[in-house]
């Protein structure tokens, strides 16, 4: 059985950075992409990164370009979101996922993390 494990969460001042981490444990993991997604209080989920495993390509929400990073390391099986310039609206439960398309359609993505909360002071 295959697992996505995200850690990195927590409470920053506006302007700061957080690195997300969504590690893949199990014996046999196929999907192709991992996406990031976040869910703030009373706002339904909504896309923020998806990467490709094999070639790297990336995509990104234009809320977060230019600010926000996906990443991946192959050998760890990790997937990396750094966050620079962070901002309130940022506040949120983040989730990474795993599905065959590196989309934004969070239906696209058939296995989620539990979440990591990161909290943006002003």
């Known amino acids: 059985q295959v697992h996505l494990v995200e850690s990195g969460g927590g409470l920053v001042q506006a302007g700061g950075s957080l690195r997300l981490s969504c590690a893949v444990s199990?014996?046999?993991?196929?999907?192709?992409?991992m996406g990031w997604f976040r869910q703030a209080p009373g706002k339904e989920r909504e896309f923020v990164a998806a990467?490709?495993?094999?070639?790297?390509?990336?995509y990104y929400a234009d809320s977060v370009k230019g600010r926000f990073t996906i990443s991946r390391d192959n050998a760890k099986n990790t997937v990396y979101l750094q966050m620079n310039t962070l901002k309130p609206e940022d506040t949120a439960v983040y989730y990474c996922?795993?599905?065959?398309?590196?989309?934004?359609?969070?239906?696209?993505?058939?296995?989620w993390g539990q979440g990591t909360q990161v909290t943006v002071s002003s």
């Open positions: 996922a795993a599905g065959p398309l590196v989309v934004s359609t969070d239906r696209s993505y058939g296995l």
């Open positions: 199990g014996r046999t993991f196929t999907s192709n992409a």
């Open positions: 990467i490709s495993w094999r070639g790297g390509s990336t």
